[in-house]
């Protein structure tokens, strides 16, 4: 038996049923799910239909009064049991996410510790949710404001943070004291079952916690959220579902919380420090392969540093083994399916009919669905791969000659997720974030993500911030109380 073999099967007693009131139940459909590196079965998971999703909604619903009404220690104590359960087996939550998402073990291992921190953040969150007091300006009334959790939260995950988008949404729903459907998606529902029997070995009571995974998102999703007892909607995907989502959630007036897809710009402004900005581009772009809704999408370097920038990323990337994420010493996985795979070849062969040149900086092995680190050189802003997320290992470069040119060609596009800002000098780096269109922005770093700080976007990139102190936020409606002076 090879090393890769001896790890890739599945952690014992990894869940492949639905989770429904506290039970691990068997769906009449099964749904297959793939290994990306080696494109063979890895296991079949329960396929909900509408039936299994409203039932999830029936546990859920019938747990909310209880939960809401425990003392917020014993929900942060949940959670908190959760964090420390997760980290002692953060092993099997990365070989979990290696195995149906495909990316490099050390990119699982890290966010397998990310998804941890969000059990830790909002169980510390859990006990701070604080109200107002004050007087009126008319001095007529006191102006008391509390909070009160919103009620049945259905949760919508994507494939390329199977473990780390589970708890972002989870955690801050539990801590805040509602109760969850959520529904991971249908390449990667493993890590978000063990996910889910974490929590149930936390002690989360029966039916706080339900995950229906399916091959029919459309549908069951549809009837769960046109159920008049579910209250949010938490989503993390594409845009274009995001917008097919707030269409259903407008006819019910639902708080809806998008975290969407990202066009992010990183710019290496004249006198950068052009080690430090490849370290970050490293960073930025090949974190997760490139499949990171955050992922520096196009490169806009000052004309002065190009070529020195682009010689020593190629060097920077031309060092990454390309191989089976379960194989630890491979620094770059599979994408998570053939059909991803393709469309970023497509998207190649469209920036070179759009004028740029791509280069290959490294082979793929054969068998999975393998990208090789490329670069595009000579890309016009405006072409197809800068206007496009490519969620791939694929960095075009743009030349600038002028700051004020760079943020404009930054800032046009549709998203307004993540930005990075490499300058001379901090003063001038954070003088030019502060002119981006986004969410969040980095300056001199390539990586922003920490479960204490707001995660989200601006324009199509969503709405709502996960994570931080508004996390929780997203789960609570304000009450304001008005008492006669
Ligand atoms: P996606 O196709 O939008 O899918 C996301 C989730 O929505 C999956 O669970 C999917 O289920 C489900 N879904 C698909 N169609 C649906 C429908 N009609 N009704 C209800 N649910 C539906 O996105 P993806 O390809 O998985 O993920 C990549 C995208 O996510 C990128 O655009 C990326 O930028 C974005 N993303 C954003 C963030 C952020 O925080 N802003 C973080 C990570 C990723 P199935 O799997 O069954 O299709």
Not at 290 to 298: F, L, M, P, S
Not at 332 to 344: F, Q, W, Y
Not at 437 to 465: Q, T, Y
């Amino acid at each position: 038996m090879s090393p890769t073999d001896a790890t890739s099967t599945l952690p014992t007693g990894a869940p492949t049923g639905l989770l429904i009131d506290g039970t691990w139940t068997t769906a009449a459909r099964q749904l297959r799910v793939e290994d990306p590196a080696t494109l063979a079965t890895l296991a079949e998971v329960g396929d909900a239909e509408v039936a299994d999703g409203l039932a999830a909604v029936d546990a859920a619903y019938a747990a909310f009064d209880p939960w809401a009404h425990r003392p917020a220690r014993e929900r942060a104590e949940v959670l908190r049991r959760a964090f420390e359960i997760m980290t002692d087996e953060i092993e099997d939550c990365a070989r979990l996410i290696v195995l149906e998402n495909g990316k490099a073990w050390a990119d699982a291992i890290g966010e397998a510790r990310y998804a941890a921190e969000f059990f830790r953040w909002f169980a510390e969150e859990a006990v701070r949710v604080a109200g107002g007091f004050r007087e009126a300006p008319a001095g007529d009334k006191m102006i008391i404001t509390d909070h009160t959790p919103i009620g049945v939260a259905y949760l919508i995950t994507p494939w390329n943070f199977p473990a780390a988008m589970a708890t972002r949404k989870l955690a801050p729903a539990l801590a805040a004291g509602c109760t969850a459907v959520l529904k991971p998606a249908a390449q990667t529902p493993l890590t978000a079952l063990w996910v889910g029997e974490v929590l149930r070995r936390a002690g989360a009571p029966n039916g706080t916690v339900n995950i229906v995974t399916t091959s029919d998102p459309g549908s069951v999703s549809e009837a769960i959220l046109a159920d008049e007892r579910v209250r949010t909607l938490s989503f993390t995907g594409s845009t274009p579902v995001g917008k097919v989502l707030l269409e259903q959630t407008a006819k019910r007036v639902l708080v809806s919380s998008m975290e969407l897809g990202g066009n992010a710009p990183f710019l290496v402004l004249e006198g950068a420090d052009v080690d430090a900005a490849v370290e970050g581009a490293m960073l930025a772009k090949m974190r997760n392969g490139g499949a990171a809704c955050t992922a520096a999408n196009r490169f806009y370097v000052h004309a002065s540093l190009v070529g020195d920038f682009t010689a020593r990323f190629r060097e920077a990337l031309a060092s990454l083994k390309v191989g089976p994420g379960i194989d630890r010493g491979n620094d770059l996985g599979a994408m998570v399916s053939t059909h991803e795979r393709d469309k970023i070849l497509e998207l190649l062969g469209q920036a070179e009919d759009d004028g740029g040149r791509p280069d290959a900086i490294s082979a793929t092995p054969d068998g999975g669905a393998f990208v090789a680190p490329h670069l595009v050189h000579d890309v016009t802003h405006g072409s197809t791969l800068t206007r496009t997320e490519v969620f791939g290992p694929v960095a075009p470069i743009v030349t600038f000659e002028d700051t004020d040119d760079a943020v404009r060609m930054a800032n046009d596009t549709e998203f307004g997720l993540m930005a990075y800002v490499y300058g001379p000098d901090k003063g001038t780096g954070i003088a030019v974030a502060r002119r981006m269109d986004a969410g969040m922005v980095g300056i001199d770093r390539g990586l922003l993500s920490d479960a204490a700080a707001p995660f989200g976007g601006m324009k199509e990139s969503g709405l709502g911030r996960e994570g931080g102190f508004h996390g929780i936020h997203e789960f609570l409606e304000t009450r304001y109380l008005g008492v006669s002076l």
